[in-house]
T-cell receptor, first 110, second 112 residues
Framework: RKEVEQDPGPFNVPEGATVAFNCTYS??????FFWYRQDCRKEPKLLMS???SGNEDGRFTAQLNRASQYISLLIRDSKLSDSATYLC???????????FGIGTKLQVIP | NAGVTQTPKFQVLKTGQSMTLQCAQD?????MSWYRQDPGMGLRLIHY???????DQGEVPNGYNVSRSTTEDFPLRLLSAAPSQTSVYFC???????????FGDGTRLSIL
């Protein structure tokens, strides 16, 4: 099993839709979790950290499920500008144990 | 704020040539790293540094060298370029090992 797994998509959703992505991880000792956004041919940019209690930032909600070992990202009221690849990042302790998922591609359609 | 600055943005090399990718950050971050990103694969760690004078290998270090003489700069050297090193290279920095990383805008490198 890969350390971090994401469905590469693409997820094609209409404007205004709600879409959710999951990211599973294999190391139960993983300590910190992040979602990044990467636009085509650009650098990854931090979207949000994922906390044990869950956290929300506007239309974006991130959750952590330690029992089932996955994190999720929910996007409400999708905008055309949300079209991008969303990378999950899992840190199992130290820089050398940071693992990036391959990313989930989202395309929001007018 | 400049953040993390990488140069050059694009480079084409011939097999066997050497070159240095530059990375500088102005956020006084102790931790810096180099990743490569290839299609269908997540970012893979090449080398990283936890402070000036301290570097260590990541997942794919072969063919690359690094040094960290100052907090701000973390150059990546390709010793003898090979076609397998064709990739997009990202430099990143963070306050600590468990903190989110800030990325430069990347170097697109092609080895012919």
């Amino acid at each position: 099993r890969k350390e971090v797994e994401q469905d590469p998509g693409p997820f094609n959703v209409p404007e205004g839709a709600t879409v959710a992505f999951n990211c599973t991880y294999s190391n139960s000792a993983s300590q910190s979790f992040f979602w990044y956004r990467q636009d085509c041919r650009k650098e990854p940019k931090l979207l949000m950290s994922v906390y044990s209690s869950g956290n929300e930032d506007g239309r974006f909600t991130a959750q952590l499920n330690r029992a089932s070992q996955y994190i999720s990202l929910l996007i409400r009221d999708s905008k055309l500008s949300d079209s991008a690849t969303y990378l999950c990042v899992v840190n199992s302790g130290g820089y050398q144990k940071v693992t990036f998922g391959i990313g989930t591609k989202l395309q929001v359609i007018p | 704020n400049a953040g993390v600055t990488q140069t050059p943005k694009f480079q084409v090399l011939k097999t066997g040539q050497s070159m240095t990718l530059q990375c500088a950050q102005d956020m006084n971050h102790e931790y810096m790293s180099w990743y490569r990103q290839d299609p269908g694969m997540g970012l893979r760690l090449i080398h990283y540094s936890v402070g000036a004078g301290i570097t260590d290998q990541g997942e794919v270090p072969n063919g690359y060298n690094v040094s960290r003489s100052t907090t701000e700069d973390f150059p990546l050297r390709l010793l003898s370029a090979a076609p397998s090193q064709t990739s997009v290279y990202f430099c990143a920095s963070s306050y600590g090992s468990n903190q989110p990383q800030h990325f430069g805008d990347g170097t697109r490198l092609s080895i012919l």
